[in-house]
């Protein structure tokens, strides 16, 4: 039910800390062709397109107008466990003020999302929601985002994980600074790409959101709680109900996502 899934954003209602965004630093992964995997055997079509889309997003002027120097794009190949590991230490040159963003597109797993190369039986070559929250944690930006439009990524709330996200959150309610997940399925549910978006169904409306769909007041900023309303029953509806977004963490409803 959409009303279970507002609870996050619920949670932090009264959380209206005003937000200025400095600098972004994004890292931005989008995997078709996995090393291990033919498209026969589980590649996608579309995630290195996608990723290739939000870094036209970024570049633009709703998305910020990041710099290329500010933007870390690996797709397919370039998506090794460890060039994805040294590529989020761009993260550490944000300050206070500036937001960090994490995109993932590709397969995910309970408690990890997949590199490029990844291979079954071997769990070292995963990147797992600990490293990526740790990643965060080491940052000094104001605004944390975490973007994932992949299978299972709700698993990023669960228990198991839990511990490492409230170490983030914590030092959210110290700092003011806001701390958020954009998950494109529940941990229990995959995530769709669809033939006719040509795309994930989540970073298609993510996008579409983002550029202007999404804002609802019509005041030209779509803030983080007008994207859920506009994406999260758009996907539903897209996927017949196989996958629900999930928006979690510590943040203002205010919080802009983008500026028309």
Known sequence: ?????????????????????GQTYAVVIGISDYQA??????????????????????????GGSVPGSHIRLLTNKQATKSAIQQNLKLFRQAGAGDRVILYFSGHGL???????????????RLLTYRDIKAAFH??????????????????MT????????????????????????????RSTQNAVEDGRLAGGAFTYFLLRG???QGDLDGNRIVTIRELHKYLAPLVKQRTRGRQTPVFYG?????????YL
């Open 210 to 212: 983002l550029t202007g």
């Open 158 to 185: 669960q228990k198991t994980t839990r511990r490492s996200a409230e170490k983030i959150t914590a030092r959210s309610a110290n700092d003011h600074s806001n701390v958020a997940m954009l998950l494109a399925s």
């Open 1 to 21: 039910m959409l009303t279970n899934l507002l609870i996050s954003l619920s949670l932090f209602v009264g959380y209206q800390q005003p937000v200025s965004i």
């Open 110 to 124: 309970p408690d990890s999302f997949v590199p490029y190369d990844a291979r079954p039986g071997e769990p070292d």
């Open 250 to 258: 510590r943040f203002s409803d205010n919080l802009p996502l983008s």
């Open 37 to 62: 995997l033919t498209y026969a055997t589980g590649d996608l079509r579309f995630a290195d397109r996608d990723a290739q889309q939000v870094v036209a997003f970024l570049r633009s002027k709703p």
């Open 138 to 155: 080491d940052a000094k930006a104001t605004t944390k985002l975490c973007i994932a439009d992949a299978c299972l990524s709700g698993g």
